[in-house]
């Protein structure tokens, strides 16, 4: 599943090939994705201008003069660049095609993702309750504890509520409580107030350095197959279980959180 690294890696991709273009028509050819396609979405956006491609937590916001174009990958979609876009295969559903030539392609074989526009995204139904960025200055180790008093829930869980903070998965937040030395079945409520401020910078390095990586995949935007690689080089704890901690060489435990794979040390987190 996409995850916020992949995204932005998705955005650096793109940017260079969609922002300064204007959009001659949309091809729909499968309107059924999580969200139906509106009907309206193509004609609305018929020579509409993209000025800007930013993103929110996983979804990509296309900023255009007839509105914004909210994209979210859901578990299986991509987005490439096609300079001379070939006959479409079965999944390619959507197809923007620019005044300029070449067209931005829509693919995904589970129908999880979506592809709507809206002229208010602040207060866009899936994005006004999302929680701030994780690489934003508002998240930050006061606001951590502060979302954290008196809650029962593990942290783990706590950390992967779009609500308290976006785009912190499963394999992220394993990750982060690794390096923070933070078991993730911990009530949230019971975390000192001095472990927040190495949580955040766990959280934030931890996707970072997946961003990073994701940044050798850039070519994979263009003609290529719009997936990002997926970040496995640099993870420590994820996936790691009854192999040695790579800090104490205890060996990794392997529990189930919210129906989530948890990976942690029994001996560096606590
Ligand atoms: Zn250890």
């Known amino acids: 599943m996409p995850e916020l690294p992949e995204v932005e890696t998705t955005r650096r991709g793109l940017l260079p090939y969609v922002v300064g273009r204007s959009i001659a028509r949309v091809e729909v050819r499968e309107p059924r994705l999580r969200w139906p396609v509106a009907k309206k979405l193509p004609h609305a956006l018929a020579t509409a201008r993209i000025g800007s491609l930013e993103r929110r937590g996983k979804y990509l916001l296309f900023g255009t003069d007839a509105g914004t174009l909210l994209v979210h990958l859901g578990m299986s979609g991509s987005l490439r660049y096609l300079p001379s876009p070939a006959a479409p295969s079965v999944h390619d559903h959507i197809d923007v095609h620019f005044a300029e030539g070449g067209a931005l392609r829509f693919n995904d074989p589970r129908r999880f993702g979506s592809f709507m526009l809206t002229t208010t995204p602040e207060t866009h139904p899936l994005l006004k309750e999302l929680g701030p960025e994780p690489l934003g200055a508002d998240f930050d180790a006061d606001y951590l504890a ?55 910078v766990a959280a934030r390095d931890v996707l970072k350095d997946a961003i990073e990586e994701g940044g050798t995949t850039l070519r994979n935007f263009v003609g290529g197959d719009g997936k990002p690689g997926y970040f496995r080089t640099s993870l420590r704890v994820y996936e790691r279980d009854g192999l040695p901690c790579i800090a104490c060489g205890a060996a990794i435990e392997r529990r189930v959180q919210g129906q989530r794979a948890t990976y942690y040390c029994p001996r560096c987190q606590r």
């Open 146 to 200: 502060a979302t954290c008093r008196k809650r029962s829930v593990a942290i783990k869980q706590h950390l992967m509520n779009a609500k308290v903070v976006v785009g912190i998965g499963n394999i992220y937040a394993n990750e982060a409580l690794f390096r923070a030395g933070i078991h993730p079945a911990r009530a949230a409520g019971r975390i000192a107030r001095a472990r927040f401020e190495p949580l955040v």
